[in-house]
Nanobody, 123 residues
Framework: QVQLVESGGGLVQAGGSLRLSCAAS????????MGWFRQAPGKEREFVAS????????YYADSVKGRFTISRDNAKNTVYLQMNSLKPEDTAVYYC????????????????WGQGTQVTVSS
């Protein structure tokens, strides 16, 4: 069992930055690939970024490529999402998720989810 707790969301102006953190419980964090997803009001949850168990491979949605960076610290059981050059369309609840499989863009492939953190970007 893995419990995930996101933090770092908030209100920021367009062009600004935020860093989200996701802290995982347990001693098996390094066994899981991790992902970040987001869900805007009235929209389906969508893939943002994912990272392999070692952190050696990362994947991004086209909409955030070049602006967002996913990273992890297995010693701290934490995965991060650095978000730069934020746009109003980035406004959403951001979720981290863990999968025992390879990193993937599909929500159904993730085994554990956090409760989400709100990110609001004003224009």
């Amino acid at each position: 069992q893995v419990q995930l707790v996101e933090s770092g969301g908030g209100l920021v102006q367009a062009g600004g930055s935020l860093r989200l953190s996701c802290a995982a419980s347990g001693r098996t964090f390094s066994r899981y690939a991790m992902g970040w997803f987001r869900q805007a009001p009235g929209k389906e949850r969508e893939f943002v970024a994912s990272i392999s168990r070692s952190g050696g491979s990362t994947y991004y949605a086209d909409s955030v490529k070049g602006r967002f960076t996913i990273s992890r610290d297995n010693a701290k059981n934490t995965v991060y999402l650095q978000m730069n050059s934020l746009k109003p369309e980035d406004t959403a609840v951001y979720y981290c998720a863990a999968t025992a499989k390879v990193p993937t863009t599909f929500t159904t492939m993730y085994d554990y989810w956090g409760q989400g953190t709100q990110v609001t970007v004003s224009s």
